[in-house]
C-alpha cells in the first residue's frame, strides 16, 4: 500500500505562483508514473501534468502547458509542481495521483489509470 500527501496550495493573486508538493510513503514510487489532476467546484476531475517512472515521458494539459512544471525526485519519493502564471481558471482542489504501467503519453493522461490518490491541496487565484 502507499500513501501520496500533498501540500503547498493556497490563496494566490493571478500572475502569480505556487508550488505543489507531493509525498509518497508506504512504497517506493520508483516504477509508477506520477500525475497531477484538479477539480473545479461542480466539475470533472481533470488531467493537468504527468510524469513517467524515469522521467523519460513528461505530458502536459495544453491549458497549463508553458506556464506549469512537474519534476520528480525518486530519492525523496517527492513530486512538485511548479505553477506560474496562475489565473482564476486555475483554482481547484488539486490531486497527487500514482499508477503502474502508464509509461505512454496516452496512458499518462489516463485518469482511470491511477489507484494511488492524495487527499488533494486547494489552489485558488483570484482575479
Known amino acids: 500500500q502507499g500513501q501520496l500527501v500533498e501540500s503547498g496550495g493556497g490563496l494566490v493573486e493571478a500572475g502569480g505562483s505556487l508550488r505543489l508538493t507531493c509525498v509518497f510513503s508506504?512504497?517506493?514510487?520508483?516504477?509508477?508514473?506520477v500525475a497531477w489532476f484538479r477539480q473545479a467546484p461542480g466539475k470533472e476531475r481533470k488531467f493537468v501534468a504527468g510524469?513517467?517512472?524515469?522521467?523519460?515521458?513528461?505530458v502536459y494539459d495544453d491549458s497549463v502547458k508553458g506556464r506549469f512544471t512537474i519534476a520528480r525526485d525518486n530519492a525523496k519519493s517527492t513530486v512538485y509542481l511548479e505553477m506560474n502564471g496562475l489565473n482564476p481558471e486555475d483554482t481547484g482542489l488539486y490531486y497527487c495521483?500514482?499508477?503502474?504501467?502508464?509509461?505512454?503519453?496516452?496512458?499518462?493522461?489516463?485518469?482511470?489509470?491511477?489507484?494511488?490518490w492524495g487527499r488533494g491541496a486547494q489552489v485558488t487565484v483570484s482575479s
Open positions: 510524469v513517467s517512472p524515469l522521467r523519460e515521458t513528461t
Open positions: 508506504g512504497r517506493t514510487p520508483g516504477g509508477l508514473s
Open positions: 495521483a500514482a499508477a503502474q504501467g502508464a509509461t505512454t503519453a496516452r496512458s499518462i493522461r489516463d485518469r482511470r489509470l491511477y489507484t494511488y
